[in-house]
């Protein structure tokens, strides 16, 4: 059903607006809309332009407490709004201070890291880096060589060279290492070694010792460095455990304040010279609410509560709010798929549960496939709230029904008997047809009366909007009504043997609703007194009209025709299943239990998705098309209600 809406507009104080937002609209489920825009007529409305203080608190206390450890954590709800700004201010303060630490000690790791890196390739030299940088009558030069290139200088130069080569670490591609060279040689030894492209390395001559001892000398401060960096995030976890309650309970207050203060975005204020400064908010609320509202906020007088009556004087249409049973509540998913209802359109949701149920379990009836269906549907829905489960988990229920009066437990049908008839092999005879599958004469009836039934929803629908035409004159108003009952009528006497309605009775209930269908316009025109001329002309106009009614016939007969498709897939999942049976040896007294399981899971699988698609299909083309628009919008409302 859908929730009876209310417009109303509640003012106060300019200082007051928080407090109402805390005490009223935190309980009641109210849809903001904006009040400069809706309210315009009324004069020196301004917007409010003030800044969210809470916004910065607010994200501070959510990366605090995102840094708690996991686990569960009391929440203080007794720190007034001076107490929290306080705590964030004082828990950050604290927090900057170990994070600049642990800033400087990343840094240092980071130099640490890069200066072991440079040595790294270097440590298997047997020399000592702060003497060799500083001898006096030659230079040495740290780098690395192209693994070509030293071969070739290894090969041709190096017995006319002035100059050592002591090899570091060789990798695929190069070879590290110094060369020394004499003072007055180091001209031309450099020059040498550059043509072969060496990268010389900067080592620094702090370190004392070879490169090996300068290399652990290293690793040992980054390990010194990392463990402070880890008692600094201990301190740090220390820190945000020590106010965990507080720190919670801020988190949660300051959302509420935050969500609060933004509802000035929507609000408007009124400017007065002589007196305190007014703030006004709008918007829509459930009847049930305002009520409880207007009544709790009676005594409060700095509060003002108009509740309009007019809805009209106000910009849109009202938002739909549904409201159903637990139980049909995952069907609203459907509902939402194709648009929900406007608030003067019945709320076809329990319609879509009952039918899409029903007609799933007809094309799907198996006890055995049902019942997994129902229990791990259930079971996901319980866990994860996910409403396709819930569908799934019902549905199970009515092809574990069907099951039954089918007499097929995992495609067995020598277990238990059918309590109606097997859909392979029943058979009906028919006058002028002859012999057809009784499913299919089901099925074909049910859409028959399924039509029937949507039509009288279309019917109410156009009561409820005050819509002549499709009330009185169009192919699913009283009209359509009258000429689709009246040939079903006729169909189902023959069908049965009876005597079939007279010439003139047909003339009358099939004749007079074409008549009403091709001239619905100027009918509708007539009835409502207005007196509009037919701009196409006579001509072009009976032309569209005689197409539209062929249309109208053809929609008709193929709408009826679709609900075929409930008893085809009732006898070609028996038939499935008989393959499935057959492959795993079970026809023969031999089953293969693994192939049973196998196929029951493709089948129940692939045939359950297909079968769910179009039953969806029959509601949304066959049902919804003839008698619902969801050209409603959703009702959402102010984002910080909360149930006490």
């Known amino acids: 059903m859908i929730v009876k809406m209310k417009f109303l507009s509640i003012s106060g104080p300019r200082t007051d607006i928080d407090r109402v937002c805390d005490v009223y609209l935190s309980k009641y489920e109210m849809q903001l809309e904006n009040a400069v825009t809706e309210l315009r007529t009324t004069q020196n409305l301004l917007p409010f332009v003030e800044v969210n203080p809470y916004k910065e608190p607010l994200a501070k206390a959510e990366q605090f407490a995102g840094l708690l450890p996991s686990g569960e954590y009391h929440t203080d709800h007794t720190l007034t709004t001076e107490e929290i700004l306080a705590l964030i201010r004082d828990v950050n303060h604290d927090y900057l201070d170990i994070q600049e630490n642990k800033e400087l000690l990343k840094k240092k790791k980071d130099e640490l890291t890069g200066k072991l890196n440079v040595l790294e390739p270097f440590r298997s030299l047997d020399l000592d880096v702060h003497k060799v940088l500083h001898y006096r009558y030659m230079h040495v030069r740290f780098g690395r060589i192209d693994l070509d290139h030293y071969q070739k200088l290894e090969k041709y130069l190096f017995d006319d060279l002035n100059a050592i080569f002591l090899e570091g670490t060789r990798t695929e591609n190069y070879v590290y290492g110094c060369y020394f060279a004499a003072n007055s040689d ?50 740090t976890r220390s820190l945000m455990e020590s106010h965990a309650s507080e720190l919670m309970g801020a988190r949660k207050r300051l959302e509420e304040l935050s969500n609060n203060f933004d509802v000035r975005k929507m609000a408007a204020r009124i400017e007065d010279d002589n007196k305190e400064d007014y703030y006004i908010l709008c918007g829509w609320m459930g009847e049930k609410d305002v009520e409880a509202f207007v009544k709790e906020a009676e005594n409060d007088h700095r509060v003002l509560i108009v509740v309009e009556e007019e809805r009209e004087k106000f910009f849109g249409d009202p938002p739909t709010k549904l409201k159903n049973p637990k139980i049909f509540k995952p069907f609203e998913m459907f509902i939402k798929m194709y648009g929900l209802p406007a608030h003067d359109e019945m709320d076809p949701t329990i319609f879509v549960a009952l039918t899409y149920t029903f007609i799933f379990g007809a094309m799907f009836g198996d006890v055995g496939q049902g019942l997994c269906l129902f229990l791990i549907g259930g079971i996901i829905y319980l866990t994860k709230k996910a409403n396709l489960a819930g569908i799934i988990s019902v549905a199970g229920l009515f092809s574990t029904f069907f099951g039954f009066m089918f007499g097929s437990v995992f495609g067995f049908e020598d277990i238990l008997p059918a309590r109606w008839l097997r859909p392979v092999s029943a058979m009906t005879d ?81 004749g007079v609703p074409v008549v009403l269908f091709l001239f619905k316009e100027p009918l509708t025109n007539l009835v409502e007194r207005n007196h509009k001329k037919i701009e196409e002309g006579k001509v072009m106009f009976l032309v569209q009209g005689f197409f539209e009614l062929f249309e109208t016939m053809l929609s008709y007969f193929s709408n009826t025709l679709s609900y075929v498709r409930i008893g085809a897939f009732a006898v070609s999942h028996a038939a499935i299943m008989e393959v499935v049976l057959m ?26 998705l297909v079968v769910g698609i179009q039953v969806l299909r029959l509601e949304y083309y066959e049902m919804f098309s003839r008698f619902y628009k969801g050209t409603g919008r959703e009702f959402k409302p102010f984002k910080n209600h909360k149930k006490a």
């Open 430 to 510: 028919l006058p002028f047809i002859g012999q057809l599958n009784t499913v299919f004469v089901v099925a074909i009836a049910f859409g028959m009366a399924l039509n029937i039934l949507v039509m009288l929803f279309h019917i109410v629908n156009a009561i409820r909007a005050r819509d002549t035409e499709n009330i009185w004159f169009s192919n699913n108003g009283l009209a359509g009504l009258v000429f689709y009952g009246f040939l079903v009528l006729t169909v189902v006497l023959f069908m049965t043997g009876h005597k079939t309605p007279g010439n003139i009775l047909m003339a009358i209930f099939l």
């Open 186 to 235: 180091t001209s031309r030894v450099d020059a040498v070694f550059n043509s072969m492209h060496f990268e010389r390395i900067t080592v620094s001559d702090e370190y004392i010792g070879t490169p090996q001892v300068a290399c652990e000398t290293l690793k040992e401060e980054i390990e010194e460095t990392q463990k402070a960096i880890d008692q600094l995030e201990e301190d």
């Open 583 to 608: 492959l795993s040896g079970a026809t023969d007294g031999s089953p293969n239990i693994i192939g049973l399981v196998i196929g029951n899971i493709v089948v129940c699988g692939l045939e359950g």
